[in-house]
């Protein structure tokens, strides 16, 4: 019993952070039609900057606003300079060049930083909380991560509800040529939405590193496998179905770590993918197939 | 008879128009015969042509490793696997557009399979060994390829991602059987005599192991190409054509695209798993840390440099698999880098390559050639037809 409340709580934290990742994805996704698998490169490139000023002596939370800030910039600079020339152009040729930014990020990390794992300190606590003489899987850092995560959240969802440029991010999305007729400056919002979106992963890239607590430079290259299953489960187009894809990814490796083993949950992300993409290609909450050209 | 589509603009190499894919792999994979407007020394018979340059390749074949050191024979012997599982899925994303992300888990099958097969007290003669490997790999490859055939882009490529991702676990979950993260060692196949003979005949020296393995590699480098490059001139090459550019026009003339597809995929798996088998050899080790997402990566950076759809291409690039990492390395460690951190450099120029040829000459290295020299021929017709 103790380890099924566990394994779902540890669940619901890891899924936290796919759901902001699988967030991330579908932010890009919704605007350019491009998934973008540097994703986690650019997260784990933010987190070892941060890592570097936080062993230099500064504290987590500085670490942490020049992560944020760094990935807003680096968000921006990749979508103005490589990814706009491909934009609405082949699949395959975006595909490749943001695997090419993938190959090219990581080992800069291993360049730059070294390739040897390093300590990464939570912020805060990592002692489970005591209810009597039942240890839960529950830790004041993963109150923090959950908060951290819930608030992304609900920021973006009010930003996309209730300002201008939300709604003029909205519209590009939904329709460029319309949205340019109608005075949005389309440019300028796909590159606010790979801003936006590189900062939630590089958040992502953060809250993961204070849970696995050392980190190499390949330390997410399992995320983007799991944050894009996450995606693909809400139907890659929906930010509410990249979050409750989130968890119920979280919640299936989980259980697949504490009941088989952890050798296999890479195997389990695989199998609900292509269960998922040949029996609901739209997703889970798809209702209705549109046909794609 | 080759399909070639002429560049209908001379903007055709470098803007990303939305057939540029096809015309470039259409460029990249015309017959020589074809591209050299029909001028060409070689016999106009496809099945001919093909052999003539295979006794060709495999008479220089024999002349470089017999010319060359013991150290420069293993390189050969890493360039020959990477070149036949670049081959194979050059046949995958370039001929029938479909990327994949999990070559290097599909060669993690191979590997395992002639690493377990060689490790028995009376081990199978070893063509057998690489056939069962090829068969096996096969198997899986039908299996990814059924799922993949209703995917496309970017779908597929995550997919294949997470089989990447995914496949080595097994060998840490069944760690008795697979050797877990230590991974299981191969033992190297007893060279029969003959061998032995044609060597002294040929240099006057007594062959090594390593000797024998790279001419196990190279032989299998070259009947896997030549018989990829039948399959590419063929109505299976043709076909695949097909699905890639029309895929509607392709279903109304009766092509089954998920059959096709899948087929495609097959091929592409089979070589992978005898580029595994090669890798087992040649490695003499096979350990999840050799089949990681690097590796998938790496043989895409290898066919998208070599251009798409192009065997000649992914042969260029894997030989840049193997000599670019080792000059970068000594860069890297004459700035006084650490060895592990040397290493890392040749991937940074490798994602930066991809990204460069994606966007400046999709047709890479030998389509964007051919254009370059279709067009001049394009040219120089156009003026003589005006004058």
Known sequence: MQQFVNLTLGGVITGAVYAAFALALVLIWRSTRIVNFAQGAMAAITTFIALSLIEGGQSYWVGLAVALLAGLVLGAVVERLVIRPVEGGPELNAVIVTLGLFIAIQALISVLFGVNQRAFVAPFSTIGFRVGDFGLALSPNTLFTLGAVLLVMLGLTALFRFTRVGLAMRASAFGQEVARLLGVRVGRMLTLGWALAAVVGSLAGMLIAAEVTFVTPTYMDALIVFGFVAAVLGGLDSPIGAVVGGLLLGLALSYVRGYVGDELVGMAALVILVVVLLVRPGGLFSTTQTRRA | ?387
């Open chain 2, 1 to 387: 008879m080759s399909d070639l589509q002429t560049p209908a603009s001379p903007a055709g190499a470098g803007a990303a128009s939305s057939d540029a894919p096809s015309t470039a792999t259409a460029a990249a994979n015309a017959s020589s015969a074809q591209a050299t407007g029909g001028r060409s020394l070689l016999p106009r018979n496809t099945l001919l042509r093909h052999l003539v340059v295979l006794v060709i390749c495999a008479v220089g074949a024999v002349l470089l490793l017999e010319s060359t050191d013991l150290g420069f024979n293993a390189q050969v012997g890493y360039v020959a696997f990477y070149a036949i599982a670049a081959g194979g899925l050059t046949v995958l994303t370039g001929l029938n557009g479909q990327i994949s992300l999990g070559h290097g888990a599909l060669m993690a099958v191979g590997g395992y399979t002639t690493a377990l097969l060689l490790d028995a007290d009376e081990p199978l003669p070893l063509i057998v060994i690489f056939l069962a490997a090829v068969a096996l790999t096969s198997l899986v490859g039908a299996i990814v390829g059924v799922a993949a055939a209703r995917l496309h882009g970017p779908y597929l490529a995550g997919a294949t991602l997470a089989l990447a991702v995914g496949l080595p676990g097994l060998a840490l979950y069944y760690n008795e059987f697979l050797g877990g993260e230590q991974g299981l060692t191969v033992s190297t196949p007893d060279r029969p005599d003959w061998f032995t003979e044609i060597i002294r005949t040929l240099s006057g020296g007594s062959p090594s192991g390593v000797k024998w393995i790279a001419y196990i590699s190279v032989a299998c480098l070259l009947i896997t190409y030549f018989l990829l490059a039948n399959l590419m001139r063929s109505r299976v090459g043709r076909t695949w054509r097909a699905v890639r550019d029309q895929e509607v026009a392709a279903e109304l003339a009766g092509i089954n695209l998920g059959t096709w597809r899948v087929t495609a995929f097959i091929v592409s798996a089979a070589a992978a798993g005898l580029a595994g088998a090669v890798l087992a050899l040649v490695v003499r080790l096979t350990a999840p840390t050799a089949f990681t997402i690097v590796l998938s990566l790496s043989l895409l950076t290898a066919i998208v440099i070599g251009g798409l759809g192009s065997l000649l291409g992914a042969l260029i690039g894997s030989v840049l698999l193997v000599f670019l990492p080792r000059l970068l390395r000594d860069a890297g460690e004459s700035l006084d880098m650490d060895a592990a951190q040397a290493a890392e450099i040749s991937y940074v120029v490798y994602g930066v390559i991809l990204v460069v040829v994606m966007l400046f000459a999709p047709a890479g290295l030998v389509g964007s050639i051919r254009l370059a020299w279709l067009k001049a021929r394009a040219r120089r017709a156009g003026a003589r037809a005006r004058g």
